[in-house]
Antibody
Framework: QVQLQQSGPELVRPGASVKMSCKASGYTFTSYWMHWVKQRPGQGLEWIGMIDPSNSETRLNQKFKDKATLNVDKSSNTAYMQLSSLTSEDSAVYYC????????????WGQGTTLTVSS | DIQMTQSPASLSASVGETVTITCRASENIYSYLAWYQQKQGKSPQLLVYNAKTLAEGVPSRFSGSGSGTQFSLKINSLQPEDFGSYYCQHHYGTPLTFGAGTKLELK
């Protein structure tokens, strides 16, 4: 069965960076785009960007172009997102989710990684 | 960017009732519209894509309709497990954007 297993909660200091992971299983990793979505406490969903694991082509929401870096490790079927220069505004739950190329809707989601930015 | 305007923001209903949530796109997105359900503390789950196609395993009491800029999600005969938050999302180009959500609560 398809699973997206995300890394555990993170507590980091303002100004630092963090890298979180999303390990895929149960399907061909390179056949689906991987997306990252942000959800602040009590708020809605915000798309950060997506990466094609087959060639690492990346498309970012311009709002996150200086914040997020996406990459993948095909050998371990894992997608990563690094967030830099963290502030309290980055405190949120971050989800990975997959889509296929012909329909950019998300049929499977990870369980989310909670990021807390605090001194 | 395409703006998605969802209404109502919140909705109270009883088990057995029928409810409708609407979503309006700021420009024509044809039928590239998805709906998700999210329960407290959980990941969103896909309900509908391409405006009216039910995702695998979604009960038939859910239905999606619309095209262009106006869309709706209808839930017939509400069940206890249907309470939570609902989001629309366009999937017509990038950036992908979501509606602000509708919180469906038990009356």
């Amino acid at each position: 069965q398809v699973q997206l297993q995300q890394s555990g909660p993170e507590l980091v200091r303002p100004g630092a960076s963090v890298k979180m992971s999303c390990k895929a299983s149960g399907y061909t990793f390179t056949s689906y785009w991987m997306h990252w979505v942000k959800q602040r406490p009590g708020q809605g969903l915000e798309w950060i960007g997506m990466i094609d694991p087959s060639n690492s082509e990346t498309r970012l929401n311009q709002k996150f172009k200086d914040k997020a870096t996406l990459n993948v490790d095909k050998s371990s079927n894992t997608a990563y997102m690094q967030l830099s220069s963290l502030t309290s505004e980055d405190s949120a739950v971050y989800y990975c989710a997959r889509s296929w190329d012909y329909g950019r809707y998300f049929d499977y989601w990870g369980q989310g990684t909670t990021l807390t930015v605090s001194s | 960017d395409i703006q998605m305007t969802q209404s109502p923001a919140s909705l109270s209903a009883s088990v057995g009732e029928t409810v409708t949530i609407t979503c309006r796109a700021s420009e024509n997105i044809y039928s590239y519209l998805a709906w998700y359900q999210q329960k407290q503390g959980k990941s969103p789950q896909l309900l509908v894509y391409n405006a009216k196609t039910l995702a695998e395993g979604v009960p038939s009491r859910f239905s999606g309709s619309g095209s262009g800029t106006q869309f709706s999600l209808k839930i017939n005969s509400l069940q206890p497990e249907d309470f939570g938050s609902y989001y629309c999302q366009h999937h017509y180009g990038t950036p992908l954007t979501f509606g602000a959500g509708t919180k469906l609560e038990l009356k």
